[in-house]
C-alpha cells in the first residue's frame, strides 16, 4: 500500500476557540488516536490534498515534532457550506492488529455486455476491508469478464487473500445497463 508523510506539531491548548485560531492559520486540528496515548496536533491544510482528495488509499507516516507513528485516516470532517477541511482524526497501526478501512475497486477484464453496447454502472466506488497493515490491499480487483447485458457483480463473488470485506455479500459493485436504443432493438428483433 502507498503511504504518505505528514508532518505536524503538538496542540498545546485544546478546545473549540484554539481550533478556530488554528483553522485561520490555514492548519487543521488532528488527533491520533490507537497507541500508548492520544496526541493532539496540528497539520498545514495543504499537506492532506493527496491524502484526502484521490481515490487511493495510505499509509500515513506522521512526523509529530521528531517522533514517528504509522497511521490510517479514520475520520475526516468537513464543513457543510464550504467544504473546508474541520478535523482529522487518525488510528494508529500496531503489529498484527486488524484494522478497518475503506479500499477503492478496480475494474479488469472486459464484459461481453460492454462490448454488445452496454455501459459500466459502478454502483460501489469502494469496499469496506479488515486486514492487518501489512495486507492491507491498494485496491480490490473486480473481475467483469463474465458480465452480460443487464448482470451485476456483487461483493460475494470478489476473491480475497489476506484480507475481509465488510460490506454486504449481496450488494451490488457493478452492473451493466441496458441502453434505450438497444432495447429499442432488442424489443424489434423479437
Known amino acids: 500500500m502507498k503511504s504518505l508523510e505528514i508532518v505536524g506539531f503538538k496542540r498545546a491548548n485544546l478546545g473549540k476557540t484554539d481550533a ?24 498545514p491544510a495543504i499537506l492532506f490534498r493527496e491524502l484526502l482528495y484521490t481515490p487511493e488509499a495510505h499509509i500515513v507516516d506522521l512526523n509529530v515534532e521528531g517522533t514517528h507513528y504509522r ?17 482529522v482524526d487518525f488510528l494508529e497501526l500496531q503489529e498484527g492488529k486488524e484494522v478497518k478501512m475503506d479500499i477503492p475497486v478496480k475494474y479488469v ?7 454488445a453496447g452496454g455501459k459500466l454502472v459502478s454502483k460501489l466506488r469502494k469496499l469496506k476491508v479488515k486486514a492487518t497493515a501489512e495486507n492491507l490491499p491498494d485496491y480490490v480487483e473486480v473481475d467483469i469478464n463474465g458480465l452480460e ?6 461483493v460475494g463473488a ?10 454486504n455479500a449481496q450488494a451490488p459493485i457493478a452492473t ?13 428483433n423479437r
Not at 470478489?158 to 460490506?167: A, D, H, R, S
Open 20 to 43: 478556530k485560531a488554528l483553522r485561520l492559520d490555514a492548519q487543521v486540528p488532528c488527533v491520533l488516536y490507537g497507541g500508548q496515548e492520544t496526541v493532539h496536533f496540528s497539520v
Open 71 to 87: 497511521a490510517i485516516v479514520q475520520d475526516a470532517q468537513f464543513h457543510p457550506v464550504n467544504e473546508m477541511l474541520l478535523h
Open 109 to 115: 477484464g472486459v464484459s461481453p455486455g460492454v462490448l
Open 149 to 154: 447485458l443487464g448482470k451485476s457483480v456483487k
Open 158 to 167: 470478489v476473491k480475497t487473500n489476506n484480507y475481509t470485506i465488510l460490506t
Open 176 to 188: 451493466i445497463t441496458i441502453p434505450r436504443a438497444l432495447k429499442g432493438e432488442m424489443a424489434a
